[in-house]
């Protein structure tokens, strides 16, 4: 990006809305975390939002980044062992923990929800579409060898976001009384479920 400093500049926001939430955050006060002048900072971003914005994205995109490489290293940092879906199930599960448990996510959640708002019922957000662009290359991958049933990938990529994200945004409202580890299991197993292929039924007397 254009600004030089960037990184020192969203790291600062970041490190404001932890310790205050968006309501207490300002661009003065980022710029003064950032060692940086008010001005370089509306060169870049004409208002808080915006800044926020793009820190949210870029944490977001560590987060699915990292899951992924976490679910596709086995324990000794090589190739998972189990089935191509159940390695899919776990990458899936591993990002839906790493969100659940993430400092800014909860920090958001717990002070400032509105701001996911947009993403859930006015328009696709950056990291939604990163998620939905590696789930449908992975599911044709997994389709053309016969670990998935056969359906538009896309059409499963959008169907398991819609499931998880429920799952990360809902879950502690919704699932007291239910252990986190018992609803974890169940998602793996909707999951399982709905993206493994169908078994081949045999013809009865070997008849068609």
């Known amino acids: 990006m254009a600004l030089a400093g960037e990184e020192a500049v969203l790291d600062a926001a970041k490190a404001s809305l932890l310790a205050v939430g968006v309501r207490r955050t300002t661009l003065t006060e980022v710029a003064r975390r950032a060692g940086v002048s008010r001005m370089t900072l509306y060169r870049r971003w004409p208002d808080l939002r915006s800044l926020v914005g793009d820190v949210m994205t870029r944490e977001w995109t560590q987060v ?105 945004l809902s879950a502690e409202a919704l699932g007291c009384g239910v252990p986190a580890a018992t609803r974890t299991a169940e998602l793996r197993r909707l999951l399982r479920g709905y993206l493994a292929p169908e078994p081949v039924k045999e013809s009865i007397g070997g008849s068609p």
């Open 64 to 168: 699915v980044t990292a899951a992924s490489a976490m679910a596709q290293a086995g324990p000794d940092g090589g190739p998972p062992d189990g089935g191509l879906v159940d390695d899919l199930v776990e990458h899936i599960i591993a990002t839906v923990e790493a969100f659940r448990t993430n400092p800014l996510y909860l920090r958001i959640i717990e002070t400032d929800p509105e701001l996911l708002i947009p993403y859930l019922i006015e328009r696709r957000g950056a990291t939604q579409q990163m998620i939905l662009d590696l789930l449908t290359s992975q599911f044709r991958t997994a389709e053309a060898n016969g670990a998935v049933r056969p359906e538009d990938p896309s059409a499963l990529a959008l169907m398991v976001l819609l499931v998880v994200q429920s799952f990360v």
